[in-house]
């Protein structure tokens, strides 16, 4: 079993972003289970095909059971209560990810 | 400017999408423009959440001019035209990736 990804797309409401980020910046420095994490917001889409989602969050687990516990710790569970009253909307997607071309 | 990340989030219809994946390889391995490509399909996502998407695709780019540049390039724009029947949904997202934990 291979590294486990957990893709979160959102398209924030009216909110301070900012706040929300920094909970998101602790939460994935506070839990050991998230080997790497990385966002970004929108830079320049195409504004059909990107359907109105402003922010992208991308985490990084060893495996799939890592991954299960993240999702189920107390302070997870805490922040995804804040996080779905912030976002107007979500696509979650969690995958394996298979690696074609590496940085050399 | 940082590094510049393509991402883009599909349902394909009832294809043989290991025929889209190798061109989809071919096409990144051929463009020096392309500094990484990782892909993955659905690994259980939460079935609410995930919309429907099946596959995922990220790209990563030295910068926004090389992003820029793989776009017009006329190996992407034929790659587009049967990328484009094979999908049903779509969304596109580009961002410039934020690292705030990363693997030690």
Redesign the interface.
């Known amino acids: 079993m291979g590294e ?2 957990h ?1 979160v ?1 959102v398209k924030f409401k009216e909110v301070v972003v900012e706040d929300i980020l920094k909970e ?2 602790k939460l ?2 506070e839990i050991d289970l ?13 504004e059909m ?3 109105g ?1 402003t922010h ?1 969050f ?1 985490m ?1 687990f060893r495996n ?1 059971e890592d991954f299960t516990a993240f999702l189920s710790h107390p302070t997870h569970a805490a922040f995804s209560a804040t996080f779905a009253e912030a976002i107007e909307k ?14 050399t």
Do not use: N, Y
């Open positions: 486990l990804k893709l797309l998101m910046e994935a420095s998230v080997k790497s994490f990385e966002w970004g917001q929108d830079s320049g889409s195409d095909l990107k359907q989602f992208v991308l990084t799939a979500i696509v979650v997607f969690d995958f394996q990810a298979v690696s074609v071309k590496s940085p």
